[in-house]
């Protein structure tokens, strides 16, 4: 019977509110521009509205999470009238100077591509890479499972909430930012093991 890591395992603590940004503004956006530009690997995720109807194509993304190892910055698309975060997102993700890690990134980089043009550069998607022999690609409730010994917590109910609407709820921007930041955490572990071993 399989284990129940829920219930066996301590949760993970996620990032906290206060290190979280949303970037809503010019002087924001310059901000988060400066941090990313700095970092050598960042953690990345999307959100997209979820869709329902059979053949309806979804119109995302509405967030973009780029993680640092202290702060997890979030990007409303389409919440700024203007191009500010298109193009700091643009100089970041096309940038083959710095690493972007995530978990199940194909899709997130069709539709940057197709939505904002944006050709992103130089990613590791972790479900693959950090798989062991496994068929199956690697999640990051199961790699925070193995690597943390932690419980991830996912609800379903916060991942198909409407993540296109121009407030987000504290619960959204944490379990976005968590998204980004908890990849960021175990590309480093994972790669400190891998030079130990």
Sequence with gaps: MPLDTDQV???YDGIALSEVRMVKT???AAEALAA????????????????????????????????TDDIA????????????????LKAILESPAILKVGFGLLDDIKRLRSKLG????????????????EKNPLGAKTAVARHFGQALQKSKRITTTNWAMPRLSEKQILYAADDAHVALKLYRHWRATQEAS
Excluded: C, W
């Design 118 to 133: 944006i050709d992103t550069a130089n990613v590791l998607d972790l479900s693959t890479a950090m798989r062991r022999n």
């Design 36 to 67: 990313l530009s700095q970092a050598d690997v960042l953690g990345f995720d999307t959100e997209s509205k979820p869709t329902f109807l059979k053949g309806e194509v979804s119109t995302g993304p509405h967030l973009v999470q780029l993680a």
């Design 73 to 88: 910055y979030l990007f409303q698309i389409g919440a700024v009238p203007g191009t500010i975060e298109t193009s700091v």
């Design 26 to 28: 010019a002087t924001d």
């Design 9 to 11: 395992l301590p949760p």
